[in-house]
């Protein structure tokens, strides 16, 4: 068998540490901005916008700061009936606006939903990480756990990968429920 290259690593996880025989795990990448992150966020919303990658949508936040709107491409996640929101890159910007204002909007193709968000404990967090990185396989490399190590390994680390359900700005106004 062929060695394998960065790419077709198994992962990070345990199940992983053992196709590897054994060893300590190698630390996940760490995420940088920058201007190729720039240019491939350009990219990747115009994709988006256009409706050409599966499950994703256009997540827009208020500039913490500046009450600009703030747009960034992601992948929200499906689990257990509800509709969850990932950080896989850690507290990045967006995460940091959301966490002030309580709000989010996300866009796919012409439709926009506005939310208010409710940023859970790792507790709760472990399995709709192990859900995301299943249906969101580019961002595998920012993870210790691999996508089929054990729900406990995604629970070790959550505090490092954000996490908030997703709920319709609508239904809170109907049911004067204002959750933050």
Known sequence: ??????????????????????????????YHPGRGRHVENTIMSALVR?????????????GRRTGR???????PVEHDGRRWLVAPYGPVSWVRNARATG????TRRR??????IREVPPEEAGAVLQRYIRISPATRPYFQASKDSPVE????????????????????????????
Do not use: K, W
């Not at 709107?69 to 992948?75: A, D, F, Y």
């Open 50 to 62: 256009a409706g050409l990658i599966p499950r994703s949508c256009l997540l827009t936040t208020r």
């Open 69 to 75: 709107p703030r747009t960034n491409p992601v992948v």
């Open 111 to 116: 439709d926009t939903r506005e939310y208010t």
């Open 103 to 106: 709000r989010v909007s996300l």
């Open 153 to 180: 390994d995604f629970i070790a680390e959550a505090d490092r990968h954000p996490v908030f359900e997703l709920l319709p700005a609508d239904e809170d106004r109907r049911t004067g429920h204002h959750r933050r």
């Open 1 to 30: 068998m062929p060695p394998t290259t960065g790419s077709q690593d198994p992962g990070n996880g345990e199940a992983a540490r053992q196709a590897r025989g054994g060893g300590t795990p190698r630390p996940p990448r760490q």
